[in-house]
């Protein structure tokens, strides 16, 4: 069992800033991807942002040059730093794991309850 716990999600004003954070704990033996998605009201979940193990990143055109995805993998935690907001960046993001238990078992995927990110003036 994985359990993924986020924070940062909040209120900015467009044009600003916010960082979010998703650290995965529980019997890991390693960790294949991590994934930023996110939900607007009304609109299908969306992949924003994925990143590898050996650090390949992935992103939706919607953010490309304003967000940024990285990965501790000391820490298992994946970071989503996301500049120049738009109030179309409005949704609850949800942090996505891919990992196994053991070398030999199987990956599992896990995600995040989400957290609210609103941008608004």
């Known amino acids: 069992q994985v359990q993924l716990a986020e924070s940062g999600g909040g209120l900015v004003q467009p044009g600003g800033s916010l960082r979010l954070s998703c650290a995965a704990s529980?019997?890991?033996?390693?960790?294949?991807?991590m994934a930023w998605h996110r939900q607007a009201p009304g609109k299908q979940r969306e992949l924003v942002a994925a990143v590898t193990s050996d650090d390949n990143t992935n992103y939706a055109d919607s953010v490309k040059g304003r967000f940024t995805i990285s990965r501790d993998n000391a820490k298992n935690t994946v970071y989503l730093q996301m500049d120049s907001l738009k109030p179309e960046d409005t949704a609850v993001y949800y942090c996505?794991?891919?990992?196994?238990?053991?070398?030999?078992?199987?990956?599992?995927?896990?995600w995040g309850q989400g957290t609210q990110v609103t941008v608004s003036s």
């Open positions: 996505y794991v891919s990992a196994r238990h053991g070398a030999a078992s199987s990956w599992v995927s896990s």
């Open positions: 529980g019997n890991i033996f390693s960790i294949r991807f």
